[in-house]
């Protein structure tokens, strides 16, 4: 109504101008408006009605998704190129000498004044943190063969590649896809440095890995725990503390046991703390861990969805059943 073009115009005249326009505007915006890619004589919506006339049955489109890889990830390559530089120019004095006695990897322990440490957890600390072998070595004895110590101990000393690798920005990467017997729907976004470690087969395998864990994971909702809306996690401390097993107990002891199985239901809740699916022994963040050290890039997993087929279709009816009842 503001546009310049329709000021003089009579009001009456104006508003059908108005109405038009909108109009068009709208059908831009439909799947159902747009010109079939196949045939553009045909519009999305006559040709599902040709193809409601061939089967048989009523067709409805219900819904989609769509995802552009980095959309929303603002790349700013001046900065970009001086952090590489400047993460370059910083290399020497990452000791990189600590790197070259790989030989004793190969021993069955290593000897150490605080602790014997075998050269398979060496092997796991490694891949988990992408550390040298000879900090991870010092890591495991200082903290007694602890894995999960080993690492805060990593690091607290700043050792942890995978750890200084996660500030780098990343808005390359893959957008993945996994259908299970036309029933389920997975599309998943998983974001990386650079173009060239994005078409990679190790990347490719990773976010075909992802897109399926989602899949076979229909209580996930979030990506990480720090996705987590602080009402849900407020909803869930509510639940517990209303269980009918902690009534009697001392409002200490109750906390305690309200924050521990809280926090185990976010877990169930995030995809990056789930078990996975092709090794239970592994977390789902471990596995991109140990990507990330393997790559030598950030990889961030960005943003997923499910579709489950009628999922909300089911709801509606049970909703219209109780009513009539």
Not at 62 to 82: C, H, I, P, T
Not at 92 to 115: F, L
Not at 187 to 197: A, G, M, Y
Request: hydrophobic fraction near 40%; include cysteine; aromatic fraction near 4%.
């Amino acid at each position: 109504m503001q546009k310049e073009d329709l000021l003089s115009k009579p009001e009456q005249i104006r508003s059908k101008i108005v109405d038009g326009r909108i109009n068009k505007r709208l059908e831009e915006l439909a799947l159902l408006e747009q010109p079939y890619i196949k045939n553009d004589k045909l519009v999305v919506k006559d040709w599902v009605k040709q193809t409601i006339a061939t089967i048989g049955e009523n067709i409805k489109v219900k819904r989609f998704v769509r995802y552009n890889l980095g959309e929303g990830l603002e790349k700013k390559s001046q900065d970009f190129a001086a952090e590489v530089a400047a993460q370059t120019a910083a290399k020497p004095v990452a000791s990189p000498g600590k790197e070259q006695p790989a030989v004793e990897a190969k021993e069955t322990t290593v000897e150490h004044p605080k602790a014997a440490v075998s050269a398979a957890l060496v092997k796991q600390l490694r891949e988990e943190t992408g550390a040298g072998m000879m900090d991870c070595k010092k890591a495991l004895s200082e903290t007694g063969g602890d894995l999960e110590k080993a690492q805060e101990y990593l690091r607290k000393k700043g050792l942890s590649t995978a750890d200084k690798k996660s500030s780098r920005l990343a808005a390359e990467g893959r957008i993945g896809s996994y259908i299970h017997d036309s029933r389920i729907g997975v599309l998943i976004e998983v974001n990386c440095e650079t173009d060239f470690v994005g078409r990679s087969e190790t990347f490719k395998e990773l976010v075909d890995d992802l897109a399926m864990q989602v899949a076979a994971c229909p209580q996930v909702q979030f990506v990480s725990i720090d996705e987590i809306p602080e009402s849900v996690a407020n909803r869930e401390k509510e639940l517990e503390m209303q269980r009918e097993d902690l009534k009697n107990k001392p409002e200490n002891i109750r906390e305690k046991i309200v924050e521990g199985r809280v926090s185990k239901r976010l877990g169930e809740l995030v995809l990056l703390e789930q078990p996975f699916i092709k090794d239970d022994s592994v977390l789902v963040k471990d596995l991109v861990k140990q990507t990330v050290a393997a790559l030598g890039e950030n990889i961030k997993v960005r943003r997923f969805v499910r579709f489950t087929l009628g999922e909300e279709a089911k709801e509606e009816g049970i909703i219209e059943e109780t009513a009539a009842v």
